[in-house]
């Protein structure tokens, strides 16, 4: 169920993660006002990620690979590349990611310009996405 709902969340994250990024490279280029809506998009990625990383935290601890470190310690799950972008890899550049734009969106709040506020969340979003795929775990995800 758990990993059913991480799956699932996980095409909501990406979705909208990738529309406030463009959203704000749009603003930037565009020279816009960061109006209210620009917020609301920030702020409810914000969100849906938060919610995402909650669900990962659960996943993690009901996963097979979580119990694989119990059964055999984490030096052999190291050892299983399979293993460890569950373990290790994963979890910590999601951590990372959420990290980027938990700190995009609080800094953005103290830009006085409305390019200033486009321009971090472009920098701390798009980062933030980078690292969000650079560990999905495609051909798993893809797979059904
Ligand atoms: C933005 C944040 C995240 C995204 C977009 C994301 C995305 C995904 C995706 C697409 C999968 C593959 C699901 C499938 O096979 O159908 C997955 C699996 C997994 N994720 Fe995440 N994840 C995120 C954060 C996290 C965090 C923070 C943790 C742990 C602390 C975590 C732990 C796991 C685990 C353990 C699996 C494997 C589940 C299993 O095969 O039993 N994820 N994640």
Redesign the pocket.
């Known amino acids: 169920m758990?990993?059913?709902l991480?799956?699932?969340?996980?095409?909501i994250?990406?979705i909208i993660?990738i529309f406030a990024v463009v959203n704000a490279i749009i603003g930037l280029n565009s020279k816009k006002e960061f109006t209210d809506k620009d917020l609301r998009i920030s702020l409810f990625t914000l969100i849906v990620?938060h919610i995402?990383?909650?669900?990962?935290?659960?996943?993690?601890?009901?996963?097979?690979?979580?119990e694989y470190v119990l059964d055999n310690g984490m030096g052999a799950a190291m050892k299983e590349p399979a293993i460890r972008l569950?373990?290790v890899e994963?979890?910590l550049?999601?951590?990372l990611?959420?990290t980027l734009?938990t700190m995009g969106f609080s800094k953005h709040k103290k830009q006085n310009t409305d390019k200033g506020k486009f321009k971090t969340i472009a920098l701390y979003y798009g980062l933030?996405l980078l690292f969000?795929l650079s560990?999905?775990?495609?051909s798993?995800?893809?797979?059904?």
């Open positions: 758990i990993k059913m991480h799956s699932g969340w996980a095409y994250t990406l993660l990620a995402q990383l909650i669900i990962g935290f659960i996943a993690f601890f009901v996963s097979a690979q979580f569950f373990v994963h979890p550049m999601m951590i990611a959420i734009i933030g969000v560990r999905i775990p495609w798993q995800w893809l797979s059904f």
